[in-house]
């Protein structure tokens, strides 16, 4: 059975297209590299052995897109494509708007035109509000902050209905939590573009001596240490969280918004001590204000995974920060090394 992965290049599809054909899927990606490189698919196939078809376009185009289902035998696609820079977002808002809904309603017309049913999407725990308890469940309440979260919250409404207006069409919406961590190899990992804004990459970053020191966003949350709380999780782990969404996908109808997570909070620090413990090398750090729009404490309750995907983590700290650390240190300028 053969799957698209729109975006499918990037830092979680590449992860993913690695276990789907090790799951015996065959697949092929969509991609117009604006934030990644064609170097990351020809290391996959150097990985797994196996082909697979890479198209250069944009998600946003239709027409591009039911051709490739057609010629292509497509029948579940997996629609990572997006941007998702938070403080882009805030300052290009429609260019991350056009992109992220338009690629939605695109590929969902492309499935309506050709008759596939499964759609897998990338949503994003940013989808909840920030005055839920923790830990969040699926029925949390929803509101955005900024942009990039909008677009994820628009693109499972608009998702949600046209399931319900097309009820041949099964969808997943995936709400991932924090991935980090690369593939056990250092072949492929996550490579970001400039200064990065997440955690684990500037931690990364820092001690590989590209940055002098990491700076965390504040010491005063109300959290066991005083710094940020996230549910930090392995991208092998999440990789595999696609697969069984796809099988899930493949035996039902409707749509469903599953919390992939592990359940269990790290803050800021521990992620650090963890990383310089587990690889024995230092991360020098300063304690800075705290950067707008973050919450003390975020983490999943992963339960509905499990019930109805039958999935959950199974890689702790130890590996994320480890296979993080085996991927910079063999290619501490990313793909262009
Ligand atoms: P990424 O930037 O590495 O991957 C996205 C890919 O989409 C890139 O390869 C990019 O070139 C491609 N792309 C963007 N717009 C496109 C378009 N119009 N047409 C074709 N290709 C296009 O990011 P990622 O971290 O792998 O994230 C994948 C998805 O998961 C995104 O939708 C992201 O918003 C979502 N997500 C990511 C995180 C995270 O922490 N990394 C968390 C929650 C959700
Ligand atoms: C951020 C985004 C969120 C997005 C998620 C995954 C914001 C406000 N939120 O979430 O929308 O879905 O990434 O892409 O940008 N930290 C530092 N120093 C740093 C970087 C981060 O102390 O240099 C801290 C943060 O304050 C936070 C934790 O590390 O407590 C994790 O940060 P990050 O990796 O950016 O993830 P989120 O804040 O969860």
Redesign the pocket.
Known sequence: MNILL????????SHTLISLLESGYGAVT???????SPEALRRVKQLTGMEFKAVE????DRELLVRIIRENNIEGIIH?????AVGESVEKPLMYYR??LT?TISVIEAMLETGVRNLIF?????VYAGDNLMPLTESARRECINP?GWT?YMSEQIIRDAAKAHPELSCVLLR?F??VGAHPSGLIG?DPSGIPN?LMPYICQTAVGIRDHLTVFGNDYNTPDGTGVRDYLHVCDLAEGHVKALAYALTRSGCDAVNLGTGTGYSVLDMVNAFERVNGVKVPYVIGPRRAGDLDECYADPAKAEKLLGWKAKRGINEMVCDAWNWQKKNPKGYKD
């Open positions: 729109t975006g499918g290049a990037g830092y979680i599809a969509l991609d117009n590299y604006s934030n990644s376009g944009d998600a946003q990572f494509a997006g941007f998702k992109n992220n690629s990338s949503s994003s725990a940013t990039y994820k991932y924090n991935p996550e997440n």
